[in-house]
């Protein structure tokens, strides 16, 4: 990574070769070589070193998804990285553009819009990875920490490379060591719960507050749901941990439904974001 020479634009002041029309005209033997002149290539390089470090970076984040089996890992955050890195730089060297002849034709690059495309983008990507399922809601993490990859990238991209570096670092301990601090601070677990009754048994709320309530849960407010099929009710509830010491686990809660009366089936999870 190569901080950004002051008379960058310098090469862009040059007159360019356009036609009768006013449009660059592109099949001059000299705006060819411009793709390959000295100004140009070194502008490439240092593009190249800002993504090569950007795409390491991401994969230093990415690894932590990966350990821990997530379908995002270090190829994708890599990726992000790296393009919002590159998308991000190319626009502090307008005046390279095109074989350095896009001061002819361009405008002065807006790099405030170019980050506000980078970040609607992620957040389609982020999107996709987040998934519900009942009471749980997974994916979350991953795709705030997408989300921060791109930042990584586009601080990289406008060369401030000791934050990128420092926010990469800063996200990677987030997520492997805030995890194990949450297991130390007073905690309330939950549990979803789906019950389904024998046909024609007729369960009682009190009845089953009652139960949670001696094994170290209390139902929460607004959280049951009832339906029938076939004349058989099915219960849908959250039960959360009085303490984190003193509930009962899901395990001893699955061996105790099982000789409830009345219960036909059951299914037990964690809650989770």
Same mark, same amino acid.
């Given at each position: 990574?190569?901080?950004?020479?002051?008379?960058?634009?310098?090469? &862009?002041?040059?007159?360019?070769?356009?036609?009768?029309?006013?449009?660059?005209?592109?099949?001059?033997?000299?705006?060819? &070589? =411009? +793709?390959?002149?000295?100004?140009?290539?070194?502008?490439?390089?240092?593009?190249?070193?800002?993504?090569?470090?950007?795409?390491?970076?991401?994969?230093?984040?990415?690894?932590? =998804?990966?350990?821990?089996?997530?379908?995002?890992?270090?190829?994708? +955050?890599?990726?992000?990285?790296?393009?919002?890195?590159?998308?991000?730089?190319?626009?502090?060297?307008?005046?390279?553009? +095109?074989?350095?002849?896009?001061?002819?034709?361009?405008?002065?690059?807006?790099?405030?819009?170019?980050?506000?495309?980078?970040?609607?983008?992620?957040?389609?990507?982020?999107?996709?990875?987040?998934?519900?399922?009942?009471?749980?809601?997974?994916?979350?993490?991953?795709?705030?920490?997408?989300?921060?990859?791109?930042?990584?990238?586009?601080?990289?991209?406008?060369?401030?490379? !000791? !934050?990128?570096?420092?926010?990469?670092?800063?996200?990677?301990? &987030?997520?492997?060591?805030?995890? =194990?601090?949450?297991?130390?601070?007073?905690? =309330?677990?939950?549990?979803?719960?789906?019950?389904?009754?024998?046909?024609?048994?007729?369960?009682?709320?009190?009845?089953?507050?009652?139960?949670?309530?001696?094994?170290?849960?209390?139902?929460?407010?607004?959280?049951?749901?009832? &339906?029938?099929?076939?004349?058989?009710?099915?219960?849908?509830?959250? !039960?959360?941990?009085?303490?984190?010491?003193?509930?009962?686990?899901?395990?001893?809660?699955?061996?105790?439904?099982?000789?409830?009366?009345?219960?036909?089936?059951?299914?037990?999870?964690?809650?989770?974001?």
């Amino acid at each position: 990574m190569f901080m950004r020479s002051a008379n960058q634009f310098e090469y &862009s002041k040059n007159p360019q070769p356009v036609d009768q029309k006013g449009t660059l005209n592109m099949l001059t033997v000299e705006s060819l &070589s =411009r +793709y390959w002149s000295a100004p140009e290539i070194g502008t490439n390089i240092v593009v190249f070193l800002n993504m090569l470090g950007a795409l390491l970076l991401g994969m230093l984040v990415g690894y932590e =998804r990966s350990y821990h089996g997530r379908a995002a890992g270090m190829r994708t +955050y890599g990726l992000v990285c790296m393009a919002s890195a590159a998308l991000t730089v190319i626009v502090g060297y307008p005046g390279f553009w +095109y074989g350095g002849q896009g001061g002819a034709v361009l405008a002065t690059a807006d790099p405030t819009r170019v980050i506000q495309g980078i970040v609607t983008g992620i957040g389609f990507l982020g999107a996709g990875v987040i998934m519900k399922e009942g009471f749980s809601i997974s994916g979350l993490t991953t795709a705030a920490s997408i989300w921060t990859s791109s930042a990584i990238g586009i601080l990289i991209g406008i060369g401030f490379y !000791a !934050a990128g570096m420092l926010l990469a670092l800063l996200t990677m301990l &987030s997520m492997i060591w805030v995890s =194990r601090l949450e297991g130390y601070l007073p905690s =309330r677990p939950a549990v979803a719960i789906v019950v389904r009754f024998r046909k024609n048994f007729e369960p009682r709320e009190n009845v089953l507050r009652r139960a949670a309530q001696d094994r170290g849960y209390e139902i929460a407010a607004g959280s049951i749901s009832i &339906s029938y099929q076939n004349g058989q009710p099915e219960w849908h509830l959250v !039960a959360v941990a009085i303490g984190k010491n003193v509930a009962e686990p899901i395990t001893g809660l699955a061996t105790e439904l099982t000789k409830f009366e009345g219960v036909e089936s059951f299914n037990l999870s964690q809650t989770r974001n």
